[in-house]
């Protein structure tokens, strides 16, 4: 299991979530929009702010190695588990950039390697293939064949006899349920074999006739098999009828929209391998029974991050397709996890009321390698792992990725101190009776409005007033939302204080009631930028005025 997916994991970052929240649990706590807390934080690796970052996160590995466990965390194997950790940031485009702003690499004394891990070490990473399958996808044909059925692309699944009772219902299998482990298919198709490409034919042959668990989008089970179909759709030049031509394999449609174009030099499919491909340590029989577009990808941190980066400054893809990319499809048995495609979706901070971060992750694990990618949108960070371990038996990444995801807390703290140096303080009109006033608060996430008198108008009183609520009680934030290079837009979202809980349970629906006010009520407020991303000006729309820096 995923060690995000444990109800004790990343403790840190689930505390730090309510940045500055009293101890204990307080009589109110503000219900944010699900998003963004604060602005990305900007990542100067020369800044003193993340080289003290570094060296803590160091130190945090070297006692993890020193003494084998962490006092909160758990256990490790240090004498036989070598991995190696990046940590990485959008970085805007530029596939020169290096987006890696923190490493951690180390090699077992009982590794027995002919070489130590290094950022460029290759590893076995077993189902987060399925990230480059569904990336390829999106990068040949984005994502308006979601709703398409599969037999589009391979209308044969439709001519081959279905043996049992229950068949496969070929015709609602989408694109999009094969991505998302919503098929509904078994698990394996027990016809390819890791080292070699999957046979179309066979594999069509063989895996029709099992008989699938669920009706499509029912609920989420993965299916390495489905990532396949997809890999064979990939393969086609266009969707059409079963004459069409072929596209190229699977590794050849990787290299063209992906590897190449990421100048990812140290990932390959086992299938594929280059002429030196200097995997690290043993423990992978490339005989065994795998599909080769969900479990047989090598790649090493430093390509990983690569990928990473480009997806969160969508590089590759339109940012509107990266938007709906990550994003989740469905829900699972525990209320902390989402799917998404094919990402397994944690989520941090589901207390409620509370701020909730959504990370998506995808693990993988075969043989004795143990892999880990994780992106976090609304902070444009994430980071990669990849490990080995000399037992034989794939490493356990449960500590590992909980130090790692402190990583995320500091940067959380990182983007709200930003956030004050950039947005809060005074803004003031052309007359004594238009000023505003925004801090960030130590009760919660997001910049709070402290004042807002417009045309000698108090807002904040006047928006108590249509809440039927003294103005002592109003709980008045912004959150940012839109944003060009020279404006950045924030949503308004209001709150009673002293609201009563129902049943003793919290509510958080501020969702629900952003712009319910209506006219006269301020539901957004535009920052204007200078070069430095500072708030020079703030305009609010609903008063009709701008204001500049007091």
Same mark, same amino acid.
């Given at each position: 299991?995923?060690?995000?997916?444990?109800?004790?994991?990343?403790?840190?970052?689930?505390?730090?979530?309510?940045?500055?929240?009293?101890? #204990?649990?307080?009589?109110?706590?503000?219900?944010?929009?699900?998003?963004?807390?604060?602005?990305?934080?900007?990542?100067?690796?020369?800044?003193?702010?993340?080289?003290?970052?570094?060296?803590?996160?160091?130190?945090?590995?070297?006692?993890?190695?020193?003494?084998?466990?962490?006092?909160?965390?758990?256990?490790?194997?240090?004498?036989?588990?070598?991995?190696?950790?990046?940590?990485?940031?959008?970085?805007?485009?530029?596939?020169?950039? =290096?987006?890696?702003?923190?490493?951690?690499?180390?090699?077992?004394? #009982?590794?027995?390697?002919?070489?130590?891990?290094?950022?460029?070490?290759?590893?076995?990473? #077993?189902?987060?293939?399925?990230?480059?399958?569904?990336?390829?996808?999106?990068?040949?044909?984005?994502?308006?064949?979601?709703?398409?059925?599969?037999?589009?692309?391979?209308?044969?699944?439709?001519?081959?006899?279905?043996?049992?009772?229950?068949?496969?219902?070929?015709?609602?299998?989408?694109?999009?349920?094969?991505?998302?482990?919503?098929?509904?298919?078994?698990? =394996?198709?027990?016809?390819?074999?890791?080292?070699?490409?999957?046979?179309?034919?066979?594999?069509?042959?063989?895996?029709?006739?099992?008989?699938?668990?669920?009706?499509?989008?029912?609920?989420?089970?993965?299916?390495?098999?489905?990532?396949?179909?997809?890999?064979?759709?990939?393969?086609?030049?266009?969707?059409?009828?079963?004459?069409?031509?072929?596209?190229?394999?699977?590794?050849?449609?990787?290299?063209?929209?992906?590897?190449?174009?990421?100048?990812?030099?140290?990932?390959?499919?086992?299938?594929?391998?280059?002429?030196?491909?200097?995997?690290?340590?043993?423990?992978?029989?490339?005989?065994?029974?795998?599909?080769? +577009?969900?479990?047989?990808?090598?790649?090493?941190?430093?390509?990983?991050?690569?990928?990473?980066?480009?997806?969160?400054?969508?590089?590759?893809?339109?940012?509107?397709?990266?938007?709906?990319?990550? +994003?989740?499809?469905?829900?699972?048995?525990?209320?902390?996890?989402?799917?998404?495609?094919?990402?397994?979706?944690?989520? +941090?901070?589901?207390?409620?009321?509370?701020?909730?971060?959504?990370?998506?992750?995808?693990?993988?694990?075969?043989?004795?390698?143990?892999?880990?990618?994780?992106?976090?949108?609304?902070?444009?960070?994430?980071?990669?792992?990849?490990?080995?371990?000399?037992?034989?038996?794939?490493?356990?990444?449960?500590?590992?990725?909980?130090?790692?995801?402190?990583?995320?807390?500091?940067?959380?703290?990182?983007?709200?101190?930003?956030?004050?140096?950039?947005?809060?303080?005074?803004?003031?009109?052309?007359?004594?009776?238009?000023?505003?006033?925004?801090?960030?608060?130590?009760?919660?996430?997001?910049?709070?409005?402290?004042?807002?008198?417009?045309?000698?108008?108090?807002?904040?009183?006047?928006?108590?007033?249509?809440?039927?609520?003294?103005?002592?009680?109003? =709980?008045?934030?912004?959150?940012?939302?839109?944003?060009?290079?020279?404006?950045?837009?924030?949503?308004?979202?209001?709150?009673?204080?002293?609201?009563?809980?129902?049943? #003793?349970?919290?509510?958080?629906?501020?969702?629900?009631?952003?712009?319910?006010?209506?006219?006269?009520?301020?539901?957004?407020?535009?920052?204007?930028?200078?070069?430095?991303?500072?708030?020079?000006?703030?305009?609010?729309?609903?008063?009709?005025?701008?204001?500049?820096?007091?």
């Amino acid at each position: 299991m995923s060690p995000f997916f444990r109800v004790v994991s990343l403790s840190t970052l689930l505390s730090f979530l309510a940045i500055g929240f009293a101890a #204990g649990q307080p009589a109110y706590q503000p219900c944010p929009l699900l998003g963004a807390l604060y602005p990305p934080p900007t990542i100067d690796k020369s800044s003193d702010e993340m080289k003290s970052f570094s060296v803590d996160f160091t130190g945090k590995f070297d006692q993890l190695i020193r003494t084998g466990k962490h006092e909160i965390y758990g256990e490790v194997t240090p004498n036989t588990s070598s991995f190696s950790v990046v940590l990485f940031s959008a970085t805007g485009g530029n596939t020169n950039d =290096d987006p890696i702003f923190y490493n951690y690499q180390y090699t077992a004394p #009982g590794a027995k390697a002919k070489k130590n891990v290094s950022l460029n070490t290759v590893f076995p990473v #077993g189902s987060l293939t399925q990230v480059f399958t569904v990336y390829a996808w999106l990068a040949k044909f984005g994502d308006e064949e979601w709703d398409s059925p599969i037999t589009k692309f391979i209308p044969e699944l439709l001519k081959v006899p279905t043996a049992g009772k229950i068949a496969v219902p070929w015709k609602d299998i989408t694109i999009g349920s094969l991505a998302s482990h919503m098929s509904g298919l078994a698990r =394996d198709s027990h016809a390819c074999q890791l080292g070699k490409p999957c046979d179309r034919q066979h594999f069509i042959k063989t895996f029709s006739q099992l008989p699938p668990l669920f009706l499509p989008n029912t609920t989420p089970i993965l299916s390495n098999a489905a990532f396949q179909l997809l890999a064979f759709a990939l393969a086609n030049k266009t969707p059409g009828g079963p004459k069409r031509s072929s596209g190229g394999s699977f590794n050849d449609v990787l290299q063209s929209t992906i590897l190449r174009p990421l100048k990812m030099t140290r990932s390959f499919l086992l299938s594929s391998p280059p002429a030196s491909n200097d995997i690290f340590g043993a423990g992978l029989n490339s005989s065994a029974p795998g599909e080769e +577009a969900s479990l047989s990808l090598m790649t090493s941190t430093h390509d990983l991050a690569l990928l990473g980066s480009s997806i969160l400054s969508s590089r590759l893809l339109p940012p509107s397709t990266t938007r709906r990319w990550l +994003a989740p499809v469905s829900d699972t048995s525990n209320v902390r996890n989402g799917v998404g495609r094919p990402w397994e979706i944690y989520r +941090a901070g589901i207390s409620n009321p509370g701020p909730i971060l959504n990370i998506f992750l995808k693990s993988g694990t075969v043989g004795a390698y143990s892999s880990y990618l994780g992106l976090s949108p609304d902070v444009k960070v994430g980071f990669a792992i990849l490990a080995h371990d000399a037992s034989g038996k794939a490493p356990d990444l449960n500590v590992h990725a909980d130090i790692v995801a402190e990583s995320i807390a500091d940067l959380l703290g990182l983007a709200a101190k930003q956030a004050a140096v950039r947005y809060t303080g005074s803004f003031v009109g052309k007359g004594n009776d238009t000023a505003v006033e925004f801090k960030v608060s130590g009760d919660g996430p997001g910049l709070v409005v402290s004042k807002m008198v417009v045309g000698g108008k108090n807002v904040r009183a006047e928006t108590a007033a249509k809440m039927g609520i003294e103005e002592g009680r109003l =709980d008045f934030r912004l959150y940012p939302a839109m944003k060009t290079k020279t404006a950045h837009q924030f949503v308004a979202v209001y709150q009673d204080r002293d609201a009563p809980v129902d049943a #003793g349970t919290p509510t958080c629906i501020t969702w629900m009631t952003v712009g319910e006010l209506g006219l006269g009520t301020v539901d957004r407020v535009v920052f204007g930028l200078d070069g430095s991303g500072r708030a020079t000006s703030v305009e609010v729309p609903s008063g009709g005025v701008d204001l500049i820096r007091g």
